[in-house]
C-alpha cells in the first residue's frame, strides 16, 4: 500500500463520499444498478466493502424521511383511534390508518439510520477540522487504509473529488507511468 500525498483522505471534504466504518474518504468501487430511467449508483469502500455516503447529499432525504414519518403518523394515529372508538376495525378506514402506521415506521427507520450515520460523519468532521493540517497530513500517513493507485474509471471518479480534471490526469501520469484512458462505467 502506498500513501497518496496529492490527496489526504483523512482531511472533512463535504462533497466527498465517506466510509463510516473506516472513518476516511476512501477509494470505492461504483456498482450501477436498476435499469433504464431507473439507474442507481451505490459506493462501496474498497478497504471494507461498507455501502459510503456523500454527507451533502443524505440531509435532504434524512428531512424529507423524518417529515414523512411525522405526516403518516398525525394521520394514523387520530384515524385509527377514531375507528377503534366505534369499534370499527373491519374498515377500511382502519386499515388505512395500519398502512400508513407501516409505512411510517419504514420511513422512520430509514431516517433513524440516515441520522445515525450523519451524526457520526458530524463527529468526525468536528474532530478533523481542530485539527492542524500537520496532524491530518500524519493521520492520512498513518490511517489503516492507504488509497492504491489504478488506472480505472472508479479511482478517477474518487480522485476528481478532491483534485481538478488537470492534476488528476497529472496524478494518472505520475503514478500510472503512462496516459489515463478513461473506460465508460
Not at 21 to 45: E, L, M, P, Q, V
Not at 145 to 157: H, I, K, L, V
Request: glycine residues 8%; charged residues 20%.
Amino acid at each position: 500500500m502506498q500513501n497518496l500525498p496529492e490527496i489526504n483522505h483523512c482531511s472533512p471534504n463535504l462533497k466527498a463520499y465517506w466510509c463510516a466504518s473506516c472513518k476516511a474518504h476512501n477509494t470505492f468501487d461504483i456498482k450501477r444498478g436498476g435499469s433504464g430511467n431507473n439507474t442507481t449508483w451505490t459506493y462501496h469502500c474498497k478497504a471494507c466493502r461498507f455501502s459510503m455516503f456523500n454527507p451533502t447529499d443524505v440531509s435532504p432525504w434524512k428531512k424529507g424521511f423524518f417529515i414523512f414519518t411525522v405526516l403518516a403518523f398525525l394521520i394514523a394515529i387520530p384515524l385509527g383511534f377514531i375507528c377503534l372508538v366505534k369499534g370499527d376495525t373491519n374498515s377500511n378506514s382502519f386499515g388505512l390508518s395500519l398502512c400508513l402506521a407501516g409505512f411510517g415506521a419504514f420511513a422512520g427507520w430509514i431516517a433513524w439510520m440516515m441520522h445515525k450515520y450523519m451524526r457520526e460523519w458530524n463527529l468526525w468532521h468536528s474532530a478533523q477540522r481542530r485539527k492542524s493540517p500537520e496532524i491530518l497530513a500524519r493521520d492520512s500517513r498513518e490511517h489503516p487504509f492507504q488509497p492504491e493507485y489504478d488506472s480505472s474509471g472508479d479511482f478517477t471518479a474518487w480522485a476528481e473529488q478532491f483534485l481538478a480534471p488537470e492534476e488528476v490526469a497529472q496524478l494518472h501520469g505520475k503514478y500510472g507511468r503512462g496516459m489515463f484512458i478513461p473506460t465508460d462505467q
